[in-house]
């Protein structure tokens, strides 16, 4: 069984329309993240909930915005999409206790056209 | 913030030894490393806690220092399945709020 599974894996999409990234955890944790990694390789976080609740939003623009409807999953929607999007989201769960280790989705590789 | 890891990118021969640092401008109260390779997710190695305190599997160790706000990963005697990017991850008193520095990536020649 996967234990952080992200759906699509690859998207590609025309500048403007909405798009979606479903993320799913089975490992009972109660914290999830959306992370960005750019072209640069950088491992940005952008929003993190803890049991439902948003914990961080990293100065992310109001076209994303993540939904989690319970504390097993935290879906991504993003708004008129733009070129700078492109790049490769993850999605990652973990135990709130600073003791434990974060597990990754696969990653879905977003490209703008 | 993002903690800033030095170098950017080395190169070594199989068998070389490498040291990986990272440095954070907020006070740590735990320090995570991972490493990925090219198309995959990055993967845990380990976990750290406690001021000066240090880990180690197999011939992958790190150390801790709170005081400094640093800390660094030892590879030793590298393979070439040692070959990727490597992240450390630094959290407040929880999980909440685990971000991750700039990556180092290491490549490993025969």
């Known amino acids: 069984d996967t234990a952080v599974s992200q759906t699509p894996k690859y998207l590609v999409t025309q500048m403007g329309n909405d798009k979606s990234i479903k993320c799913e955890q089975n490992?009972?944790?109660?914290?999830m993240y959306w992370y960005k990694q750019d072209s640069k390789k950088f491992l940005k976080i952008m929003f993190s909930?803890?049991?439902?609740?948003?914990?961080i939003n990293e100065t992310v623009p109001n076209r994303f915005s993540p939904k989690s409807p319970d504390k097993a999953h935290l879906n991504l929607h993003i708004n008129s999409l733009e070129l700078g999007d492109s790049a490769v989201y993850f999605c990652?769960?973990?135990?709130?206790?600073?003791?434990?280790?974060?597990?990754f989705g696969q990653g879905t590789r977003l490209t703008v056209v | 913030q993002q903690p800033v890891q030095s170098p950017q990118a080395v190169i070594l021969r199989e068998g070389e030894d490498a040291v990986i640092n990272c440095s954070s401008s907020k006070a740590l109260y735990s320090v995570h490393w991972y490493r990925q390779k090219h198309g995959e997710a990055p993967v845990f190695l380990m976990i750290?806690?406690?001021?000066?305190e240090q880990k180690g599997h197999d011939k992958i160790s790190a150390s801790f220092n709170e005081k400094k706000q640093q800390s660094s990963l030892y590879l030793t005697a590298s393979q070439l399945s040692y070959s990727g990017t490597y992240f450390c991850g630094t959290g407040t008193f929880g999980n909440e709020k685990l971000t991750f520095g700039t990556g180092t990536r290491l490549t490993i020649i025969p």
């Open positions: 750290l806690l406690k001021g000066g």
């Open positions: 490992l009972g944790h109660d914290t």
């Open positions: 990652a769960s973990a135990k709130r206790e600073a003791n434990t280790e974060a597990f």
């Open positions: 909930y803890n049991n439902k609740e948003l914990i």
